[in-house]
């Protein structure tokens, strides 16, 4: 398996960089690690999640979407869409990496393909790091998830003081072939203690096995019409930070703004806990912070995984519980409906 000692890889980023854009996690003057542009220097961060996930390299905050020039009189349409150059996300966790599946199956196998999505997706090489020291929040394995075994182009493991990497696709291997100066083949003994020793330490986690049947087997309207929601809804301020955290959430708002010299429409990201979400001119449709909390939970749990082959909608990454300030996410909601009795189901 081709490797680079872990005091060596900025050689292999210096390498990779010579022709690509890289980006990597990168702790800030907080202590927290975010995804930031590589230049020499630059320290790749030991955290094991960024604060926000890796879906903003394929579905920005704000984008642009088009632009209308007024001109004496004169109209012309304006396509911000540019041929990118080809990057590379280095560290992405095995609970991004799926998301980018979930993202996929709404942006590129519906109709009409979301083009402005597909050509970062096109450009993009992502490498998946797995993680050697999981946290306690965590709990993607209850989706079925292995992060000992991350997806991605590339996948790469920390062990025993070297980073190993192993080829998944066609873009993948002419990647690690474009860098194969910067690596060296070593026997992968120490990858397969690695991945024993990670999914010994998931195995851990107070959330490795969360109950999903429920939301797998119970009626929709059943589910829908529970009494649990308005107790869960209590607390929840509908700050909207579990959704700008979460690596899954893909929710958006479309707006006009008036340059001076014309109109640009962009897209920026929106969330259903908020009062105005999919506002229209006679009304809102979910009135009630219940309601719009519902949505949220069941759109994850329920009306995805309906629509797209029993798929949930969660990666089980964590951040909704590292975030909320009142401490409320998806696993207390699960457990609440796990106690709660729902017609003898």
């Given at each position: 398996?081709?490797?680079?000692?872990?005091?060596?890889?900025?050689?292999?980023?210096?390498?990779?960089?010579?022709?690509?854009?890289?980006?990597?996690?990168?702790?800030?003057?907080?202590?927290?690690?975010?995804?930031?542009?590589?230049?020499?220097?630059?320290?790749?961060?030991?955290?094991?999640?960024?604060?926000?996930?890796?879906?903003?390299?394929?579905?920005?905050?704000?984008?642009?979407?088009?632009?209308?020039?007024?001109?004496?009189?004169?109209?012309?349409?304006?396509?911000?869409?540019?041929?990118?150059?080809?990057?590379?996300?280095?560290?992405?966790?095995?609970?991004?990496?799926?998301?980018?599946?979930?993202?996929?199956?709404?942006?590129?196998?519906?109709?009409?393909?979301?083009?402005?999505?597909?050509?970062?997706?096109?450009?993009?090489?992502?490498?998946?790091?797995?993680?050697?020291?999981?946290?306690?929040?965590?709990?993607?394995?209850?989706?079925?998830?292995?992060?000992?075994?991350?997806?991605?182009?590339?996948?790469?493991?920390?062990?025993?003081?070297?980073?190993?990497?192993?080829?998944?696709?066609?873009?993948?291997?002419?990647?690690l072939d474009s860098v194969k100066g910067a690596l060296k083949e070593k026997d992968a003994a120490a990858v397969d203690a690695e991945k024993k020793a990670i999914k010994e330490k998931i195995e851990k986690l107070p959330f490795a096995h969360l109950d999903l049947e429920k939301f797998k087997n119970v009626p929709m309207m059943t589910l829908f019409n529970s009494d649990v929601w308005a107790k869960l809804s209590e607390s929840c301020l509908g700050c909207g930070t579990c959704t700008y955290v979460c690596p899954s959430c893909m929710c958006f708002d479309v707006r006009d703004y008036d340059t001076g010299h014309g109109i640009e429409q962009s897209r920026t990201w929106d969330s259903c806990m908020y009062s105005d979400f999919t506002q229209m001119a006679a009304a809102n449709p979910r009135l009630t912070q219940k309601e719009r909390f519902r949505q949220r939970f069941m759109h994850k749990l329920v009306y995805y995984p309906m629509a797209h082959e029993k798929l949930f909608m969660c990666v089980g990454c964590g951040r909704c519980l590292d975030s909320c300030p009142i401490h409320m996410n998806i696993v207390k909601v699960i457990k609440a409906f796990n106690e709660a009795d729902l017609g003898g189901k």
């Amino acid at each position: 398996m081709l490797s680079v000692s872990k005091d060596k890889i900025n050689s292999l980023f210096e390498a990779i960089a010579k022709d690509k854009t890289l980006y990597l996690p990168v702790d800030n003057a907080s202590g927290k690690a975010n995804f930031e542009k590589w230049q020499k220097g630059t320290k790749l961060s030991e955290a094991l999640k960024t604060v926000r996930s890796a879906k903003d390299f394929f579905f920005p905050k704000t984008e642009k979407m088009v632009g209308y020039k007024v001109e004496a009189g004169n109209i012309t349409v304006e396509d911000p869409r540019k041929e990118l150059d080809d990057f590379v996300v280095f560290g992405v966790r095995a609970c991004d990496a799926k998301a980018f599946d979930i993202f996929d199956k709404v942006y590129l196998e519906m109709t009409p393909t979301d083009s402005y999505y597909k050509n970062r997706r096109d450009h993009a090489i992502v490498i998946t790091l797995a993680c050697s020291a999981p946290d306690k929040n965590c709990f993607c394995s209850s989706y079925g998830l292995d992060a000992a075994n991350p997806a991605g182009d590339v996948s790469a493991w920390l062990a025993g003081g070297d980073f190993y990497f192993n080829a998944n696709t066609d873009k993948g291997k002419k990647f690690l072939d474009s860098v194969k100066g910067a690596l060296k083949e070593k026997d992968a003994a120490a990858v397969d203690a690695e991945k024993k020793a990670i999914k010994e330490k998931i195995e851990k986690l107070p959330f490795a096995h969360l109950d999903l049947e429920k939301f797998k087997n119970v009626p929709m309207m059943t589910l829908f019409n529970s009494d649990v929601w308005a107790k869960l809804s209590e607390s929840c301020l509908g700050c909207g930070t579990c959704t700008y955290v979460c690596p899954s959430c893909m929710c958006f708002d479309v707006r006009d703004y008036d340059t001076g010299h014309g109109i640009e429409q962009s897209r920026t990201w929106d969330s259903c806990m908020y009062s105005d979400f999919t506002q229209m001119a006679a009304a809102n449709p979910r009135l009630t912070q219940k309601e719009r909390f519902r949505q949220r939970f069941m759109h994850k749990l329920v009306y995805y995984p309906m629509a797209h082959e029993k798929l949930f909608m969660c990666v089980g990454c964590g951040r909704c519980l590292d975030s909320c300030p009142i401490h409320m996410n998806i696993v207390k909601v699960i457990k609440a409906f796990n106690e709660a009795d729902l017609g003898g189901k």
